[in-house]
């Protein structure tokens, strides 16, 4: 699975970003899928994950409320909605992916496959 995320950039605190992440090279609805991000100097945190069928999602707590994954299966794509943004939440987003069958928390790096190159999301105060 080639995974290419996009839709980054400089916003003001309290301002909105949609992230995508565009699939392509398997059944994408095979896959649950996570976003991820890390901040200069931080280690990789999860941020949401989103099961194959639709059927759940999993959000940190740091983003509850604010952010929202959803998926197209149709469109290989999975999005971040990420609304009522703070300077706190700067930092490069992935998404990545793993198979359906795949056990494991969802909420942690290794128990995901395959990797998308990252977008980079800054935020002004």
């Known amino acids: 699975v080639q995974l290419q995320a996009s839709g980054g950039g400089l916003v003001q605190a309290g301002d909105s970003l949609r992230l995508s992440c565009a699939a392509s090279?398997?059944?994408?609805?095979?896959?649950?899928m996570g976003w991820f991000r890390q901040a200069p100097g931080k280690e990789r945190e999860f941020v949401a994950a989103?099961?194959?069928?639709?059927?759940?999602?999993y959000y940190a707590d740091f983003v509850k409320g604010r952010f929202t994954i959803s998926r197209d299966n149709a469109k290989n794509t999975v999005y971040l909605q990420m609304n009522s943004l703070k300077p706190e939440d700067t930092a490069v987003y992935y998404c990545?992916?793993?198979?359906?069958?795949?056990?494991?928390?969802?909420?942690?790096?290794?128990?995901?496959?395959?990797w998308g190159q990252g977008t980079q999301v800054t935020v002004s105060s």
């Open positions: 989103i099961r194959g069928g639709l059927d759940s999602m």
């Open positions: 090279g398997r059944t994408f609805s095979n896959y649950n």
């Open positions: 990545a992916a793993r198979p359906t069958w795949y056990t494991g928390n969802y909420d942690a790096s290794h128990n995901y496959v395959y």
